[in-house]
Structure formats: C-alpha cells, structure tokens
C-alpha cells in the first residue's frame, strides 16, 4: 500500500472540515498574472495542507482549464490533461452527457455558463464561525482583488441543522474512506487512493491520467519525475480534479408533489405515506435511516448506517427501490453481475463529496408538514455540490450520464434519477418523469409526471493542485 503524501495535498480533500461550518466560495478571474503568481507564491503557507488540523479558518485554490492557461501554463502541460479539463460542461456533446437541459441549460446559468464570465480560480474559505468567516473572507478578498485576482461571484453556504440538505433529509453519510489514511472501514468502502488523488495507483491498479511538464521548465526542481509517465515531471501529483455543480433545490414543489400523489381523498394529506414516498425517492428516510436496512419506517438508531448492500436482503428492490436516488449513485453489490464484480465497479465510480448547502430553510423546523403551510417563499435554496475524483469522465460524468439520468438504469424502462434527475431532453416534449415501487406482487406502484425538483445553476471543472504543484505554478 503506497503511503500519501498529505503534507503535499491540499487540506479538503482529506478532510470535509466540519470543524469549520461556515463557509464561503469565491469565484475568481485573473486580471494580471503576474501578480496572482507572486501571491500564490508569497502564500503558500495560507493554502491548508493535508496534514494541517485548522480551528479558526482554512483555505484551499482550485483552477478551471482557462485559468491555467491564463497564468501562462505552456500548450504542451496544457494537452497532457484530461479531455474533460478541457472540454468542461458547456459544449453540446457535454449537455447530452450531464442532462443540462431546459432550467439547468448552461445559457441560463449565474455562472460557469455560456453567458457569464469565464471562471479562473476556485478560492474555498472555510471558518469555525459566521464572525470568524466574515472576517477571513473580507481579509482575503482585499488580498486577493490587490494581486491580479478579480471576484466574479461569492458563493454563500448555510449550516442546515441536524446535517441536513433542503428537502429535509440527513446528508453526507455514504463516504468512501482513502486507502492509505488512518480511518479502518470495510473492504468494500475503502478505495484506492487513485481514484481520488493522482499519482497514486486506482481501483484498476494503474496510475490515472495527470498533468506532467518537461523537465526543462521545472527550473526550481520542484516537481517529483512521473512513475506513469519516465522522463516527464508530474504536475497532478498530490492534485486532483474538482466537479462543482450549484443546484438549486425546489422543496416546495418536492413537497406539494409527495402530498398531492399519497392524499387518501381530495384536502386531506397523508402525513406518513407522503414522507414514505419522499424517502422510496431518496433511499433513505429523514433521520438518514436507509430504507434497505429500515424498509417500513424511520430509525433513528440507525441514522448514520452505512455498511449495508442490497443483493441479498433487497434484490428486487422492494425496500429501496432500484430508482431511488442512493441506489442510482452507488449500486453497492446489487448491480446484475457478481457480488464482488458489483462491489469491485461500483469501487471505480466512487466520488469524495465536500459540499455545502446555501440558502435558509424554507421553514425552520424543515418538517414537510410545515413546508406545505408556507404561502410564499423567499430566496433560493439549494446545494453546492463539490467532489472530487481522478478521473472526471469516469467517475462524476459516468454516475450522471449512465446512473443519474439513465432511463433504462437496472432494467427500469423509463425512469430517471427522481430526485435529481433533468426530465428535459431535445425532441422529447414530456417535461416530467415516471418513479415505480416495486410490489410483493411482482407489479409496480407507479407515480407519473414526477417534476424537476434540482436545476444546475453553475458548474466547472477545476484542478486543485499538490502544495508543490502551486509553488510550479507560480513560477511559470
């Protein structure tokens, strides 16, 4: 097992910070190069590093393809990365892939999108407090805007109680452990640290694709020589590849969509059948009890369950249905091979979430009986999804496009995700989408014209590069 190198990995990539509950994304550009490499170099010690246990603030950078070429990164650097890089979310083959169609069409999105400003830099602040944060974010800001750095967009997170997202179900709970740190988990929940981290071998035993430099451009020798790639430097060691997607969650259509379809007769809701639908959809319930574990009702013994698969005691999927959000992004062992071939490909399309949600609750409790009282609502609310992974097309591209938004997932005939599933598609004017729960009969239980309920808002991709690879960068 080859031992990580975390003094040279930035610091949210081993760790989710959740010591530090508030936090701030800054969308960057960069005006003038020259100086965002002095600060990059006049500031490494700010950049949180792997083995660094913050309890105030933390910082991590992150560039998309466009910012690195805009610090100057040579073209031959540049084509060693991955086509995703390059390629990002907003081109045409990249819509059909993601599903980013209708209200999650990148024309229409805040940022990242087809007529926004171009997005160089990802500056992630995380502090132990709203004060603590407040403070480290306007200090950055001023530091940053005075080194070349321009802010396109500041993007607020919200501390949800109980660890919740929107829609009012615990979240974060299924999170694959790094081979090669500390934490003992089981063999099917531990993963190669390549498939997170480059330069390290993944679940194929093999290194993945990263950026690599000559040599000769290295002239402060600060780069480690490739073991994948002899002769070359390797720029991606101790880096990896950032997926970010702002969704924009509608709770009150999710809501009214559980009540509408469960009520027994015309204005009387069913309170317990309408959360029992909600959970089918998620896979888990409310407490974060998962429904394979706790099909009939919630258990908040078991909030936090994680070491579970659904071969055995649910391979029909009449406890969580194959449709269900958590089954859809992590199939686990009940894929329709082998035991250990499903636990082993499920393995290879893992992703180490960090994200945050933003925006407030639409009622403080979160409870649906209260959501479905609200007249109006205020704002928006949602989910900055953050993951990391080695191989973007892979990992992230593969859960959406062949899991996500697969109509044909597990042998379903037309069902999409119907949590976050894009029922949107050119040449299909159906704009809602079927879920079915299978029943002891062998027939199913269907709900028609299931809505969007999540629209992307923003999304890139970017490269958090090793503490070494930063000092490279500056120096170019």
């Given at each position: 097992m080859e031992n990580l190198e975390t003094q040279d990995i930035q610091g949210i990539i081993i760790k989710g910070y959740s010591n530090l509950p508030a936090a701030d994304f800054l969308l960057l550009g960069i005006k003038d190069a020259v100086a965002v490499k002095k600060w990059i170099k006049n500031n490494i010690a700010t950049i949180t590093f792997g083995t660094d246990k913050p309890q105030e603030t933390a910082m991590n950078l992150a560039f998309t393809f466009e910012g690195l070429k805009a610090l100057g990164l040579d073209a031959a650097t540049l084509d060693s990365f991955p086509m995703?890089?390059?390629?990002?979310?907003?081109?045409?083959?990249?819509?059909?892939?993601?599903?980013?169609?209708?209200?999650?069409?990148?024309?229409?999105?805040?940022?990242?999108?087809?007529?926004t400003a171009p997005v160089h830099v990802l500056a992630m602040l995380y502090g132990a407090s709203e004060d603590i944060m407040n403070a480290w974010y306007a200090k950055q800001k001023a530091q940053l805007e005075a080194n070349g750095f321009s802010e396109i967009k500041k993007l607020d997170t919200t501390v949800l109680p109980e660890r919740k997202e929107h829609f009012g179900?615990?979240?974060?709970?299924?999170?694959?452990?790094?081979?090669?740190?500390?934490?003992?988990?089981?063999?099917?929940?531990?993963v190669a640290a390549g498939e997170f981290i480059l330069g390290y071998k993944n679940e194929y035993d093999q290194y993945p694709i990263a950026p690599v430099v000559n040599p000769n451009l290295d002239k402060e020798n600060l780069l480690s020589f490739s073991t994948a790639q002899p002769g070359l430097k390797d720029l991606g060691r101790n880096g990896s590849f950032l997926?970010?997607?702002?969704?924009?969650?509608?709770?009150?259509?999710f809501w009214k969509y559980m009540d509408e379809a469960t009520r027994l007769e015309k204005e009387k809701c069913n309170e317990e059948e309408m959360i029992k639908l909600a959970s089918k959809m998620v896979g888990r319930w409310p407490s974060g009890a998962p429904l394979a574990v706790s099909p009939e009702?919630?258990?908040?013994?078991?909030?936090?369950?994680?070491?579970?698969?659904?071969?055995?005691?649910?391979?029909?999927?009449?406890?969580?249905?194959?449709?269900?959000?958590?089954?859809?992004t992590n199939p686990r062992d009940g894929q329709d091979m082998s035991e250990h071939a499903s636990n082993e490909i499920s393995k290879k399309h893992r992703i180490l979430r960090r994200g945050r949600s933003y925006?407030?609750?639409?009622?403080?409790?979160?409870?649906?009986?209260?959501?479905?009282?609200?007249?109006?609502?205020?704002?928006?609310?949602g989910l900055h999804f953050i993951c990391?992974?080695?191989?973007?097309?892979?990992?992230?591209?593969?859960?959406?496009?062949?899991?996500?938004?697969?109509?044909?997932?597990?042998?379903?005939?037309?069902?999409?995700?119907?949590?976050?599933?894009?029922?949107s598609h050119p040449g299909n004017t159906k704009m809602t989408g079927t879920f079915s729960v299978p029943k002891e009969s062998g027939l199913r239980e269907r709900y028609t014209d299931v809505p969007e309920f999540v629209n992307v808002k923003g999304g890139a991709y970017f490269f958090m590069p090793g503490i070494k690879a930063l000092k490279y960068l500056a120096s170019v």
């Open positions: 995703e890089m390059e390629d990002g979310m907003l081109t045409r083959h990249k819509q059909d892939y993601l599903g980013d169609y209708g209200t999650s069409d990148p024309a229409g999105w805040d940022w990242g999108g087809k007529k179900f615990q979240d974060g709970i299924a999170q694959p452990t790094i081979k090669g740190l500390d934490r003992k988990d089981s063999p099917q929940n531990t997926v970010f997607r702002q969704y924009k969650q509608d709770v009150v259509k009702k919630d258990d908040t013994t078991k909030s936090n369950v994680d070491h579970f698969g659904y071969r055995h005691s649910d391979g029909e999927g009449l406890k969580c249905p194959y449709a269900s959000h958590i089954r859809r925006g407030t609750p639409v009622t403080n409790s979160m409870k649906p009986e209260d959501i479905l009282k609200v007249s109006s609502v205020e704002g928006e609310r990391f992974n080695a191989d973007i097309g892979r990992q992230f591209e593969f859960i959406q496009n062949a899991w996500v938004n697969n109509p044909k997932f597990e042998g379903l005939y037309d069902e999409r995700d119907p949590v976050t599933g894009n029922h």
